[in-house]
């Protein structure tokens, strides 16, 4: 027996048997599997496109959300910018309010200064009226206290009515 040479009868076996498990498997194992490989296929390419799908939703939601950012990021600039316009808006009222404010104290002050240097002002004139009239009359005691000069000084001032009169 040679390994190398089959024997004819073995050959004829073989074939024959090749042959049936080549009928069973096409009749019902190829179908089978050809189904099984189109199934899988069938469920490999439905994945990718929906893993496709997937991707473009996420690439098309990654967009909007840069968007919504853009829009949101704009929104705070706006936002800010308005925040400092009332800011300055609000300093520049309290400032000019409180620039009246000082004025009007000012002004109070000044006034009250004025009204008190007018009393000051006044209330020296009546003391000095009568500290000269106290004085006057002191002197005018002391330079009439004869009857001759008390005549002196009436016809004295008698003559400078008259003169002022002939001048009018």
């Known amino acids: ?19 049936i498990v080549f009928i069973i498997l096409r009749k019902w194992g190829f ?19 929906k893993a496709h799908e997937a991707n473009e939703k996420l690439a098309n939601i990654q967009k909007e959300g840069e968007s919504i950012k853009q829009g949101a990021r704009e929104k705070e ?30 002004n109070d002050a000044k006034a009250e200064i004025e009204a008190q240097k007018q009393n000051a002002v006044k209330d020296i004139r009546s003391q000095v009226a009568v500290l000269s009239v106290q004085i006057a009359e002191k002197v005018l005691r002391e330079k009439l206290s004869t009857n001759e000069a ?12 008259a003169s002022d009169n002939k001048k009018v």
């Open 1 to 19: 027996m040679d390994i190398l040479t089959p024997d004819t009868g073995l050959l004829f076996w073989m074939t024959l048997v090749f042959i």
């Open 31 to 49: 179908p089978v599997i050809v189904k099984m490989v189109n199934d899988r296929k069938a469920y490999i390419d439905d994945s990718l496109k």
């Open 77 to 106: 600039a706006e936002i800010l910018k308005e925040a400092a316009k009332t800011r300055d808006a609000i300093v520049e009222k309290a400032q000019a309010k409180a620039k009246d404010e000082g004025e009007r104290l000012i």
């Open 150 to 161: 008390q005549m002196d000084l009436i016809n004295r001032l008698l003559d400078e009515v």
